[in-house]
């Protein structure tokens, strides 16, 4: 029997993967043939600190700007997610428009079109809203494969 931590893992993935968005690069997994999106890592959102993201919210885009992106790692070295990719974004935005905790279109002029799952953290001042995002996911896409092919499927009708 699937534990708990590990069918929400499995769910997550399978989310993420299917969030993301058409522009993305997606490469082939020799392995098994299914289509992994390439999406960007750290590295490639720590280049894009202090510039906007256009979201989309509803009718009217918002702009975000990316004010951190910062590293974390697992709790042990041993862990089953040791070798999972773990960073967070912090994002501000006007207050005029704030977003409540859901998935957005984010366009980005290097970046391209990205589905992310944002959360407003409360901090808030007259000009601005704040946002987190956590990125925990495998490094290369044959892990993230495997853990494809270990989640649930959704019966077909």
């Not at 522009?23 to 299914?34: D, F, Q």
């Not at 906007?52 to 910062?70: E, I, T, W």
Request: proline letters at 8%; one cysteine or more; aromatic letters at 10%.
């Amino acid at each position: 029997m699937q534990t708990r931590r590990k069918f929400l893992r499995d769910c997550s993935l399978a989310a993420v993967a299917a969030s993301l968005g058409p522009s993305i690069t997606w490469a082939r997994n020799p392995a098994g043939g299914v289509a992994i999106p390439q999406a960007p890592g750290f590295a490639e959102f720590a280049r894009e600190v202090n510039t906007f993201f256009r979201v989309q919210a509803g009718l009217n885009p918002v702009r975000l700007l990316l004010v951190q992106a910062n590293p974390f790692w697992s709790a042990t070295p041993d862990a089953e997610d040791a070798g999972n990719e773990k960073f967070t974004l912090r994002f501000r935005g006007p207050a005029q428009q704030p977003l409540e905790q859901d998935t957005y279109r984010f366009d980005h002029p290097r970046l391209g079109r990205l589905f992310i799952f944002i959360v407003p953290t409360g901090w808030r001042d007259t000009m601005h809203c704040h946002y987190a995002d956590i990125f925990d996911r495998p490094v290369n896409t044959a892990q993230l494969a495997a853990q494809l092919a270990r989640a649930p499927r959704r019966a077909q009708t």
